[in-house]
Protein backbone atom coordinates (compact mmCIF):
# COMPACT_ATOMS: atom_id res chain seq x y z
CA UNK A 1 0.00 0.00 0.00
CA UNK A 2 1.08 3.34 -1.11
CA UNK A 3 -1.05 6.72 -0.49
CA UNK A 4 -1.07 10.44 0.35
CA UNK A 5 -2.35 11.97 3.86
CA UNK A 6 -4.06 14.68 3.17
CA UNK A 7 -1.56 16.83 4.45
CA UNK A 8 0.60 15.82 1.68
CA UNK A 9 2.87 13.04 3.35
CA UNK A 10 3.03 9.70 1.68
CA UNK A 11 2.66 6.61 3.65
CA UNK A 12 4.48 3.51 2.27
CA UNK A 13 3.85 -0.07 3.67
CA UNK A 14 6.54 -1.54 1.74
CA UNK A 15 8.22 -3.06 4.71
CA UNK A 16 8.12 -5.05 7.94
CA UNK A 17 8.22 -3.51 11.15
CA UNK A 18 7.07 0.09 10.31
CA UNK A 19 6.50 2.46 13.58
CA UNK A 20 3.18 4.10 12.04
CA UNK A 21 2.00 0.29 11.00
CA UNK A 22 -0.90 -1.16 13.45
CA UNK A 23 -3.76 -3.69 13.78
CA UNK A 24 -6.82 -3.36 15.31
CA UNK A 25 -9.19 -6.32 16.31
CA UNK A 26 -12.53 -5.76 17.58
CA UNK A 27 -13.57 -6.72 21.39
CA UNK A 28 -15.93 -9.20 19.97
CA UNK A 29 -13.13 -10.99 17.63
CA UNK A 30 -10.66 -11.17 20.49
CA UNK A 31 -11.95 -14.39 22.41
CA UNK A 32 -12.70 -16.09 19.22
CA UNK A 33 -8.73 -15.16 18.58
CA UNK A 34 -8.07 -16.15 22.02
CA UNK A 35 -9.59 -19.38 21.99
CA UNK A 36 -8.22 -20.36 18.68
CA UNK A 37 -4.58 -19.92 20.37
CA UNK A 38 -5.62 -22.30 23.36
CA UNK A 39 -6.78 -24.58 21.23
CA UNK A 40 -3.28 -24.60 18.99
CA UNK A 41 -1.17 -24.81 22.42
CA UNK A 42 -3.56 -27.77 24.27
CA UNK A 43 -5.17 -29.73 21.27
CA UNK A 44 -3.00 -29.93 18.22
CA UNK A 45 -1.45 -33.13 17.47
CA UNK A 46 2.13 -34.40 18.84
CA UNK A 47 3.55 -34.15 15.35
CA UNK A 48 5.43 -31.04 13.59
CA UNK A 49 2.57 -31.03 10.89
CA UNK A 50 0.10 -30.73 13.67
CA UNK A 51 1.41 -27.79 14.70
CA UNK A 52 2.68 -25.87 11.85
CA UNK A 53 -1.38 -26.71 10.48
CA UNK A 54 -1.94 -24.97 14.28
CA UNK A 55 0.15 -22.09 13.53
CA UNK A 56 -1.37 -21.77 10.28
CA UNK A 57 -4.60 -21.72 11.06
CA UNK A 58 -3.87 -18.74 13.95
CA UNK A 59 -2.17 -17.01 11.38
CA UNK A 60 -5.28 -17.04 8.99
CA UNK A 61 -7.72 -16.06 11.80
CA UNK A 62 -5.58 -13.27 12.04
CA UNK A 63 -4.93 -12.25 8.69
CA UNK A 64 -8.92 -12.09 8.57
CA UNK A 65 -9.98 -10.64 11.98
CA UNK A 66 -7.41 -7.54 12.21
CA UNK A 67 -8.05 -4.55 10.21
CA UNK A 68 -4.78 -2.65 9.05
CA UNK A 69 -4.08 0.90 11.19
CA UNK A 70 -1.70 3.46 9.62
CA UNK A 71 -1.17 7.13 11.21
CA UNK A 72 0.74 9.87 9.44
CA UNK A 73 4.28 11.18 10.62
CA UNK A 74 3.26 14.16 9.74
CA UNK A 75 0.13 15.26 10.74
CA UNK A 76 -1.10 12.11 13.21
CA UNK A 77 -3.86 11.28 11.06
CA UNK A 78 -5.22 7.53 11.70
CA UNK A 79 -6.03 6.02 8.50
CA UNK A 80 -7.79 2.60 8.79
CA UNK A 81 -8.21 0.30 6.07
CA UNK A 82 -11.40 -1.86 6.51
CA UNK A 83 -11.34 -3.87 3.52
CA UNK A 84 -13.39 -1.62 1.66
CA UNK A 85 -12.80 0.14 -1.89
CA UNK A 86 -11.39 3.14 0.51
CA UNK A 87 -9.59 4.06 3.97
CA UNK A 88 -11.27 5.34 6.06
CA UNK A 89 -9.42 8.39 8.06
CA UNK A 90 -10.07 10.05 11.49
CA UNK A 91 -8.30 13.11 12.75
CA UNK A 92 -6.47 13.04 16.28
CA UNK A 93 -6.80 15.88 19.07
CA UNK A 94 -4.18 18.80 19.45
CA UNK A 95 -1.67 18.11 20.39
CA UNK A 96 -1.50 15.16 18.52
CA UNK A 97 0.71 12.13 19.61
CA UNK A 98 2.73 10.47 15.95
CA UNK A 99 3.87 7.48 17.82
CA UNK A 100 0.66 5.78 18.76
CA UNK A 101 1.04 2.74 16.66
CA UNK A 102 4.76 2.15 17.84
CA UNK A 103 5.78 -0.62 19.91
CA UNK A 104 4.41 -0.85 23.52
CA UNK A 105 7.87 -1.76 23.94
CA UNK A 106 9.03 1.69 23.55
CA UNK A 107 12.93 2.16 23.68
CA UNK A 108 13.03 -2.14 24.28
CA UNK A 109 11.29 -2.81 21.18
CA UNK A 110 14.53 -3.94 19.18
CA UNK A 111 14.38 -3.14 15.74
CA UNK A 112 17.25 -3.44 12.99
CA UNK A 113 20.05 -1.43 10.70
CA UNK A 114 20.10 -1.59 6.99
CA UNK A 115 22.57 -0.21 4.69
CA UNK A 116 23.38 -0.38 1.19
CA UNK A 117 25.89 1.03 -2.17
CA UNK A 118 25.17 0.98 -5.09
CA UNK A 119 28.39 2.29 -7.67
CA UNK A 120 25.80 1.81 -10.48
CA UNK A 121 22.43 3.09 -9.63
CA UNK A 122 19.23 2.56 -10.67
CA UNK A 123 17.45 6.45 -12.61
CA UNK A 124 15.25 6.68 -9.78
CA UNK A 125 17.62 6.41 -7.11
CA UNK A 126 19.21 9.68 -5.95
CA UNK A 127 22.13 8.37 -4.36
CA UNK A 128 24.81 5.68 -4.11
CA UNK A 129 23.91 4.53 -0.59
CA UNK A 130 21.10 4.57 1.63
CA UNK A 131 21.02 3.50 5.07
CA UNK A 132 17.60 3.00 7.75
CA UNK A 133 17.58 2.81 10.97
CA UNK A 134 14.33 0.90 12.19
CA UNK A 135 15.22 1.24 15.81
CA UNK A 136 12.70 2.87 18.46
CA UNK A 137 16.18 4.17 20.01
CA UNK A 138 15.56 7.59 21.34
CA UNK A 139 18.86 8.65 23.14
CA UNK A 140 21.21 7.70 20.48
CA UNK A 141 24.91 9.74 20.82
CA UNK A 142 25.61 8.98 17.10
CA UNK A 143 25.22 11.46 14.56
CA UNK A 144 24.82 10.14 11.04
CA UNK A 145 26.17 12.47 8.10
CA UNK A 146 24.25 11.39 5.40
CA UNK A 147 20.68 12.11 6.99
CA UNK A 148 19.52 8.62 5.28
CA UNK A 149 21.66 9.06 1.83
CA UNK A 150 24.81 8.42 0.90
CA UNK A 151 27.31 9.88 -1.80
CA UNK A 152 30.36 8.43 -0.05
CA UNK A 153 30.87 4.77 0.29
CA UNK A 154 33.57 5.81 3.39
CA UNK A 155 31.21 8.15 5.19
CA UNK A 156 28.46 5.61 4.45
CA UNK A 157 30.15 1.96 6.30
CA UNK A 158 31.65 4.32 9.23
CA UNK A 159 27.87 5.68 10.07
CA UNK A 160 26.71 2.04 9.96
CA UNK A 161 29.67 0.41 12.37
CA UNK A 162 28.68 3.96 14.77
CA UNK A 163 25.15 3.13 14.45
CA UNK A 164 25.43 -0.91 14.94
CA UNK A 165 27.93 -0.82 17.82
CA UNK A 166 25.45 1.59 19.95
CA UNK A 167 22.44 -0.29 18.96
CA UNK A 168 24.25 -3.18 19.81
CA UNK A 169 25.47 -2.06 23.33
CA UNK A 170 21.96 -0.80 24.23
CA UNK A 171 20.19 -4.10 22.85
CA UNK A 172 17.78 -2.14 20.94
CA UNK A 173 18.39 -4.40 17.56
CA UNK A 174 17.51 -8.38 16.40
CA UNK A 175 19.64 -7.67 12.89
CA UNK A 176 21.88 -5.96 10.91
CA UNK A 177 22.75 -6.09 7.22
CA UNK A 178 25.77 -4.04 5.72
CA UNK A 179 25.85 -4.50 1.14
CA UNK A 180 28.05 -3.15 -0.94
CA UNK A 181 27.41 -3.76 -4.76
CA UNK A 182 24.74 -6.54 -3.32
CA UNK A 183 27.97 -8.07 -1.67
CA UNK A 184 27.23 -8.49 2.13
CA UNK A 185 29.92 -6.90 3.92
CA UNK A 186 28.54 -6.94 7.32
CA UNK A 187 25.74 -9.39 8.60
CA UNK A 188 24.53 -9.73 12.51
CA UNK A 189 21.16 -10.72 14.27
CA UNK A 190 20.20 -11.43 17.80
CA UNK A 191 20.68 -15.17 19.35
CA UNK A 192 17.67 -16.42 19.96
Request: hydrophobic share 30%.
Amino acid sequence: MNFRCECGQRIHDTTDYLSYKGYLISDQDQFDLLDEIDDAIEKSGPSSTDKEEAAMRIRSLIGTLFKTVYQCSNCGNFFIDNNHPRLEMFRGVNPVNRNLLMSALGDKWKGFIFAEWKDKIPDWQTSNGILYNETNASSLTVRLDGNGKYSAWETLEQDYYKLFNELKNKNAIRYSHLKKNNTVIHSWSLKK
